[in-house]
């Protein structure tokens, strides 16, 4: 064979490595999608009307092809719930029919007669369950069909908004089921509309805080500038509880400058959170008669004393005090105390008179300095729960009230009684309705927003720290009876958390697990979603299994009916539905331990494929059907690790989710924290809860250095550069990448080579240690070399699209790129080329021999600490590699063709 010429060489090697390179810089390698463009209204011609015209996909839907006989489509056009809809709007539907053509016989009986038939289709179009639209289709092809929208906009569905698109060809069954329709995402959606003025309830929360929408979720949490601990708690239970009823879909943005204009700030939904003084915004509201509980200046003095801690079957002795300390004279004073739930006898001195379950003493004048006292007792009210009891007293100067005091006693078994005298928190109080609010009390306002219309204020306060804290838990879990209603509420207490750690049996029911028994009809595909927990440090052996009764139709086709199942997305099992399983059916499968997910809840899923002879049968149809029994088991044999198998980030959010209402994690703060560390606390805070099965979260937090208590009872999340967190400066021999003591530099002791590296450069840090003070917890490191190296550490960290890269126990983040290591295992060849993607400003100055940092070691275990950490090689494209490899291959093919139909035809030349 004739060699192939240097020219031709070359041209081939341009080919395939030109191939190489469009495949590498082809917009299908992408790893970040285009950004969906927002609609943005556009003033009408009506009275204050605004119009808006909404593609399919702004909600990010897809092309949805229907095939035949029967094809559905649900979409949720998600608007906000203020929107009143106008007449005029149009819905338009760019859809293509395809019906493959059959011959058919007029006549059997002759069979003569051959014509071409064409299947009819009908589409049917419903909003909200309301049949707004039906056409035939006769002809193939494209159509746009124009469907005006109802001049009464259909009313929500558990409030959403669906359009539906129903499917149904008639005609033959060997025609009608290769039929189909393709609905495309560039159909659209016209709406005329007005904003509504908000409809605020709390029992709606977290609306409108967060609504499935085509408009971005975001809220500015409002901190007071010098925000102490408990402030800051507040905060974080609020962001968790967004996080989890969001699934972390709503932006949290932290501010802690509330001297600028108000308002400007809040260009979207904001939650202010403090007390009346350390919050300028909450006295800013008041001052402008915004707030519904408002505050109040007390006058006269009020004080209580009384029982801070008895025993629940002691008698109750209150003392009450009103002293006159203004130089005139005090007219028409009266004393008000609410009895506590359960009170039914009591004395009161001097004589008091009873309305409702309120005891009223008329004090009438008080002279300058002179004072009025009272005296309630009752016995404890007797409860399965002690817990505490408040004692509220109100002095009202006529029907206006002017002071309040309130006293908490606690009741227990074994408590050292003691005596408490009441002193004013603050300067104000909250009244709402003539009533004043319990001192003690955490306050939850819910108002429209007065500098940004269609956005709403969620106000949590208290007179204390503690009733803030109050406040913000409440609101970061999901109560259920009685619930908030309305515009206010007031929490009394919390109860301790009923979270408690159940063992998980070896072997568990369906029903255990609190599942009934289910059952499925009609033709298609069905899904059954089973969870259950896995403790962490769990891992499955061999001898785990999942063991699946049911039974089914005898009418089902065995050849298109099975059952498949999956755990945690992984296929374990599979089994066609015939007569053989038709009444006592059984299926087994293995739980293979790389697919369980210890620590968090695990998935089962039963994808059941139901399916008649008849393939035009109505798919809704009765004969078809399976029934899941509930005594279905799990057998969960496993073998147990310790804490040291989850210490790399390969396992986030693990273990910080291990105690699923975050009450062992504590977030690590600065002294004086900005509002970018705070910001970046409350968004991980929000991505954690988002991965738990939990209502109610209490994650901590810690303003500079750390109790010892702290220290070994808490995972650790230590946020903020080096320089300001001294948390993370009392770690850093520890960590994977330390930096330079004193500053925010890194000393670059993992490779073998050493960049210069610029001054102002931003590189953000994720670095994962067991903690140095307590071998049952961790430390993750949320740091960096510059403010906004901590912000690209953070956004890596919480962003789910990014955040399944995580890997090993250290990763460098800058610009949205990561590069990840365990310790010791940076190599210099291969490593290189990454470091200089991420660094292109970097140079090499010298090369540094790898030191491993220390690994954090409690003294009691020091001596039997082994090192067990994997290197890791990244690929950042793998479903490239086939691409280019085959790519090439073709274009030698090609050439190789092309070279061998040019000899032959040379050398038919020559021998002509």
Same mark, same amino acid.
């Given at each position: ?7 031709? %060489? ?21 790893? $970040? ?78 069979? $003569? ?109 409002? &901190? ?20 989890? &009823? ?53 006058? %006269? ?72 006292? %009272? ?124 979270? $408690? ?94 697919? @369980? ?32 029994? @509930? ?215 010298? $090369? ?30 793998? %479903? ?33």
């Amino acid at each position: 064979m004739k060699k192939i010429s240097r020219p031709l %060489y070359r041209l081939m090697l341009s080919i395939i490595l030109g191939f190489g390179f469009f495949s590498l810089t082809h917009p299908g390698a992408a790893q $970040t999608p285009a950004p969906t463009p927002s609609p943005t209204p556009v003033s009408d011609t009506g009275d204050q009307a605004l119009s808006i015209n909404l593609a399919l996909a702004d909600w990010g839907y897809e092309d949805v092809v229907l095939t035949g006989p029967y094809g559905y489509a649900a979409y949720d056009i998600g608007l906000p719930l203020h929107w009143k809809i106008l007449p005029g709007g149009l819905i338009t539907l760019e859809v293509n029919y395809v019906n493959t053509e059959r011959a058919r016989l007029v006549s059997p009986q002759t069979g $003569t007669g051959f014509v071409t038939y064409f299947a009819i289709a009908n589409i049917q179009v419903q909003l909200n369950e309301v049949l707004i639209y039906q056409a035939n289709l006769t002809e193939p092809g494209p159509h746009t069909l124009s469907i005006p929208i109802p001049d009464v906009w259909p009313q929500r569905i558990s409030e959403r908004d669906r359009l539906e698109v129903f499917f149904h060809v008639y005609g033959p069954c060997e025609n009608t089921q290769f039929s189909s329709l393709t609905v495309f995402k560039e159909s659209t959606i016209n709406l005329y509309y007005v904003p509504d003025p908000l409809a605020l309830d709390l029992a709606s929360y977290p609306s409108p805080f967060f609504q499935r929408t085509f408009l971005p979720n975001a809220v500015l949490i409002a &901190l007071p500038e010098n925000a102490t601990q408990s402030t800051i708690e507040a905060g974080l239970a609020i962001a968790s509880g967004l996080g989890n &009823l969001s699934n972390n879909r709503v932006a949290i943005t932290t501010t802690t400058t509330l001297d600028q204009p108000p308002g400007l700030p809040f260009s979207e939904n904001g939650i202010i959170i403090g007390t009346p003084e350390d919050n300028k915004l909450i006295a800013s509201l008041n001052e402008n008669d915004e707030l519904r509980a408002s505050l109040h200046p007390r006058r %006269y003095e009020l004080t209580i004393s009384g029982p801070g801690a008895a025993e629940p079957t002691s008698s109750l002795t209150y003392k009450i005090q009103v002293m006159n300390p203004e130089s005139q004279p005090a007219d028409d004073l009266s004393l008000r105390v609410e009895l506590p739930p359960g009170v039914v006898e009591y004395t009161c001195e001097p004589d008091c008179q009873q309305v409702d379950n309120q005891v009223l003493w008329e004090t009438g004048s008080l002279a300058p300095a002179a004072t009025a006292d %009272y005296t309630l007792t009752f016995d404890a009210p007797q409860t399965t729960d002690p817990g505490s009891i408040f004692i509220t007293a109100e002095l009202l100067q006529g029907e206006e009230v002017v002071n309040v005091s309130t006293l908490q006693t606690r009741l227990a078994t074994g408590v050292e009684p003691n005596t408490q005298v009441t002193q004013p928190p603050s300067d104000v109080f909250f009244v709402q309705d003539g009533r004043a609010i319990a001192e003690t009390d955490g306050v939850i306002q819910l108002l429209p927003s007065p500098w940004q219309a269609d956005k709403a204020l969620l106000i949590v306060s208290g007179l204390t720290d503690e009733a803030v804290l109050k406040a913000g838990r409440a609101i970061g879990m999901t109560p259920s009876f009685p619930g908030m209603i309305g515009k206010t509420a007031f929490v009394q207490d919390l109860l301790p958390s009923g979270e $408690t750690v159940q063992e998980q049996s070896l072997d568990v029911t369906l029903a255990e697990l609190g599942y009934r028994d289910i059952t499925v009809s009609g033709t298609g595909l069905r899904e059954i979603y089973y969870s259950f927990d896995l403790p962490l440090g769990w891992s499955f052996t061999n001898e785990a299994y999942v063991r699946l009764l049911f039974s089914h139709s005898p009418l089902l086709d065995p050849d298109r009916s099975a059952i498949t199942l999956f755990f945690n997305t992984t296929p374990i099992a599979s089994v066609a539905l015939d007569e053989s399983n038709a009444t006592t059916g059984e299926l087994i499968g293995p739980l293979p331990a790389n697919s @369980s997910r210890p620590g968090r809840a695990n998935t089962l899923l039963v994808r059941v494929q139901l399916m008649l002879p008849d393939p035009c049968a109505d798919p809704e149809s009765s004969e078809s059907w399976l029934r899941i029994d @509930s005594q279905s088991s799990l057998h969960l044999a496993h073998s147990e690790k310790d804490l040291a198998n989850y210490l790399k980030l390969d396992f986030w959010p693990l273990p910080f989710i291990a105690k699923p209402n975050l009450g062992d994690v504590l977030l690590s703060l600065p002294e004086k924290p900005s509002d970018l560390e705070l910001t970046q606390a409350m968004r991980i805070s929000s991505y954690l809860a988002a991965s738990t099965a939990q209502d109610s979260f209490q994650p901590a937090a810690s303003l500079g250095d750390l109790s010892d208590t702290d220290k070994s009872s808490h995972h650790l999340i230590v946020i903020g550069r080096p320089t300001r967190n001294p948390v993370l400066q009392a770690a850093n021999e520890f960590l994977p990448q330390p930096f330079w003591t004193g500053t925010d530099g890194i000393q670059q002791m993992i490779d073998k080579v050493v960049f210069r590296l610029s001054e102002n450069i931003d590189l953000g840090y994720l670095q994962f240690i067991q903690s140095p003070w307590s071998a049952e917890h961790a430390l993750l490191a949320v740091t960096g070399t510059s403010d906004g190296g901590v912000e690209q550490a953070a956004n890596f960290l919480v962003d789910a699209d990014q955040n399944w890269q995580l890997q090993g126990d250290l990763v460098l983040v800058k610009h949205g790129k990561a590069l990840i290591s365990n310790l010791g295992n940076f190599t210099l060849q291969g490593q290189l080329t990454e470091i200089a993607t991420i660094l292109p400003e970097a140079s090499v100055i010298g $090369t540094a021999t790898p030191t491993p940092a220390q690994t954090p070691v409690p003294p009691a275990q020091a001596a039997q600490t082994t090192s067990n950490q994997t290197a890791f090689n990244p690929q950042r494209f793998p %479903y490239l590699v086939p691409l280019v490899i085959g790519g090439g291959l073709l274009a030698i093919l090609i050439i190789l063709m092309v070279y061998f139909f040019q000899s032959r035809k040379s050398k038919d030349h020559r021998e002509s």
